[in-house]
């Protein structure tokens, strides 16, 4: 009894990934976007958060990302590949400065987002008068 749950839990999960990959564009990638790079993809890379990188004959050039579809996690050599900023494809040696910080994608919305003193959503509180009293 308790394999055919596993297999009842698997199945509903594969039916539920199928339905998200036809409808739900921000969930990886679409149906016709896997169709579109069966066919026509051509593999150029990966970077360092496992997003794909492929392009076609015509030169058109697109990114399937590993997680949530959000253009800010693309890394600066792999942005300048895409939008046609260079001709060739970064390599996975490329030299770093030691003063070069690692990339992050946007933070906004998320608990890491930069709250400065005064701002309604940080943590430290300010008590900031907003005019002064009237002494007579």
């Given at each position: 009894m308790c394999g055919f749950k596993i297999i009842k839990n698997e199945s509903n999960k594969l039916v539920i990934n199928l339905f998200k990959s036809i409808f739900i564009?921000?969930?990886?990638?679409?149906?016709?976007?896997?169709?579109?790079t069966l066919?026509?993809?051509?593999?150029?890379?990966k970077d360092e958060f496992e997003n794909k990188y492929y392009s076609n004959n015509s030169g058109k050039r697109w990114v399937i990302y590993k997680k949530i579809v959000e253009a800010s996690q693309i890394p600066a050599e792999w942005h300048m590949w895409i939008h046609f900023l260079k001709k060739n494809s970064p390599t996975n040696d490329l030299k770093k400065f030691e003063w070069q910080q690692k990339h992050?994608?946007?933070l906004t919305g998320t608990n890491k987002a930069y709250k400065?003193?005064?701002s309604l959503?940080?943590?430290?509180?300010?008590?900031?008068?907003?005019?002064?009293t009237w002494k007579t």
């Open positions: 564009w921000w969930n990886n990638q679409t149906i016709g976007t896997f169709l579109y066919i026509y993809g051509k593999y150029v890379g992050e994608p946007n400065p003193n005064g959503l940080s943590d430290a509180k300010k008590s900031i008068k907003k005019y002064d």
